[in-house]
């Protein structure tokens, strides 16, 4: 994806808090980052190079493609960068110090009197876990408020103690020590704290309003201010985080919403508790197919392919087929799972989130789909054509000094890049005379259709040709020649002007036209794989000379070695006994690779 296209998409990312991810052209996660405001956080790596630090400028030459997770508060956004750095490993994350945790709150529920304070790390299955919160210095304050509140130990010597702390002289402590509370009422305090900590924390804070506003009218103002600062706290608090769950859990949570002509199915992964993962999908829709039928039809499909089934799904829609769908998932693993759909707590919550993304994404897709509509409608209007064109094809030539040519075919439909109908072209005629080669390009195309060969059906609805008048006459004249009417421009690189066959003079639109964008989008698209598609023929070129002149090398050989070394130069580099250490490889034959290049030199 050109750099243009993504500063495009950047106008859609929402201004919210959340994570986003870089991607080279494999789909490959560089970096992953988070902002309190995305869009203009991602918007600074799109700026002049020169404004550029080095290091981001190295990594912005590989970025093809981005993704982002909206979250509810940037401190989810932290957590959630946190997880993601270390499922993905980005390459361009490998100076993040990973190895430090942040703190949780921990509540010693199996304890007769339980105990709460900050613990590093979930060290065991049996107490209950809430966080991890990222500011250590206002979770310590938090604590003490909370003590204060709901009075609870956070001491550790309490079998041991003969009489209360100054905990309970300063009444952050109900002093289970000293018999002056029953276990039953001290349950009724834990499950109080609990209830808060899970995100009920409503309740509380408007008992601590109602005080702080008799302290203001008996003229307290000091009480009146340390509850005012209560409050803040709790509410700060109460933010619950919802990117990392209270509890270890293993499960996906898969949440469909349907649009006009398809649906929308992300997938976040979680496994420990946390949320490590994202997959995006879009379903064509059946005629009549309801949402359960195509949460089916997508749970079958995802999981058939990904061994990775935690025991727990959570859905937007349960399965039409509900209790046959588990029984097929647990016959794939060793493990009972389970499907179904969350009514309430945290796990719903995250769903909730997804659910939030999900239509974020749908709305975006919407937006950009009636964008290109209206551009196509405009586009015909402007080149004077019957219909509106569906279907746009452009043709691009590339080579290196004559050598290696070759041609790309690429394909917009309704607007967008239809990455399957792509095509790519050796050229076979004239390598030095693009304009031929384009006119062969298209002839060899509309012969296949012509042909009803289903890898070039349908046929274009629209023709673009990159280049002026010289490469629209010339591919005009193949139209004419195979009978064919199908409208045809071309459009130049340096002005931007759009040519048409037969007509000397140039249409030019508007730098700011919707339909020339369109048409630039098509070409630079076309630019772009018709570049790389020589790229990769002149490397297999240079590797496969190179090796198969070396005499005692077979294919096997040359296999082994380029699977062993990656590429010809690092063979070239490499010493007599790391080659002849390759499978299949022998002293003999090492020497005689050592010696060839040698001799190259």
């Known amino acids: 994806m050109g750099d243009e296209m993504l500063k495009e998409r950047l106008k859609k990312v929402p201004l919210q808090p959340g994570v986003y991810l870089f991607k080279n052209q494999e789909g490959q996660v560089l970096y992953v980052g988070k902002a309190r405001v995305l869009r203009q956080r991602m918007r600074s790596y799109f700026q002049a190079p020169e404004r550029m630090h080095p290091k981001v400028k190295a990594m912005m030459a590989w970025v093809s493609d981005f993704d982002f997770i909206v979250t509810h508060s940037e401190m989810e956004a932290l957590i959630l960068e946190n997880n993601l750095i270390k499922s993905y490993k980005p390459r361009y994350n490998i100076d993040l110090r990973d190895d430090k945790s942040y703190p949780y709150i921990k509540v010693t529920v199996a304890d007769k009197f339980p105990r709460v304070y900050l613990a590093r790390e979930k060290k065991d299955g049996v107490s209950r876990y809430f966080g991890p919160y990222t500011d250590v210095t206002s979770l310590r304050d938090t604590l003490k408020l909370l003590n204060g509140v709901f009075g609870l130990r956070s001491c550790r010597t309490m079998k041991s103690r003969r009489r209360p702390c100054l905990n309970r002289d300063m009444g952050k402590c109900l002093s289970p020590c000293s018999g002056e509370i029953s276990e039953e009422e001290y349950s009724q305090k834990v499950q109080a704290l609990i209830t808060f900590l899970e995100g009920d924390f409503q309740e509380i804070v408007r008992e601590k309003e109602k005080e702080m506003a008799m302290a203001a009218r008996s003229l307290e103002f000091e009480k009146a201010a340390r509850l005012r600062d209560q409050i803040q706290s709790l509410r700060q608090l109460g933010e619950k985080q919802k990117i990392e769950l209270a509890s270890p859990y293993e499960l996906d949570l898969v949440g469909m919403l349907s649009g006009e002509k398809e649906n929308l199915v992300l997938v976040f992964k979680v496994r420990s508790g946390k949320i490590v993962g994202k997959d995006t999908f879009w379903l064509k829709r059946p005629i009549q197919e309801d949402e359960n039928e195509a949460m089916e039809f997508f749970i079958k499909h995802y999981y058939d392919e990904n061994p990775d089934i935690p025991p727990e799904i959570l859905l937007s829609h349960l399965p039409s087929e509900s209790k046959l769908v588990e029984a097929w998932l647990k016959s794939r693993v060793s493990h009972r799972v389970e499907l179904r759909v969350p009514q309430r707590g945290e796990k719903k919550q995250v769903l909730n989130m997804l659910l939030e993304n999900a239509r974020l994404l749908l709305e975006e897709k919407q937006r950009e789909e009636n964008k290109q509509l209206a551009a196509l409608s405009h586009l015909a209007r402007v080149l004077d054509l019957e219909v509106v064109p569906n279907r746009l094809e452009c043709f691009d030539v590339s080579h290196l000094a004559g050598e290696e040519t070759v041609a790309s075919m690429v394909v917009f439909v309704g607007g967008q890049p239809e990455k399957k ?48 008048l010289g490469q629209v006459n010339a591919v005009a004249a193949v139209l004419q020649e195979m009978n064919l009417d199908i409208p045809l421009f071309a459009l130049a690189e340096k002005n931007e002007e759009i ?33 790389e598609y020589n790229r990769k023929r002149r490397a297999k070129k240079i590797r496969s000379s190179a090796l198969d002149e070396i005499p005692g090398i077979g294919k096997q050989r040359k296999k082994n070695l380029l699977v062993h070394f990656t590429s010809v130069a690092k063979i070239k580099e490499a010493s007599l006994d790391e080659i002849a250490a390759v499978p299949g490889m022998n002293r003999k034959a090492a020497l005689a690779v050592i010696e060839f290049f040698h001799n190259q030199d």
């Open 499 to 531: 040519y048409r066959p037969g007509k000397s003079q140039p249409l030019v639109l508007a730098a700011r036209d919707n339909g020339l964008q369109l048409l630039q989008r098509l070409r630079d698209e076309a630019h772009r794989f018709a570049i």
């Open 421 to 468: 109908a792509y095509r790519h072209f050796k050229i076979r005629t004239q390598q030095n005379n693009d304009t031929a080669s384009l006119a062969e390009t298209v002839r060899r195309r509309l012969e296949n259709a012509r042909q009803a060969n289903p890898a070039f059906l349908p046929e274009p609805d629209l023709i673009l040709v990159d280049g002026g």
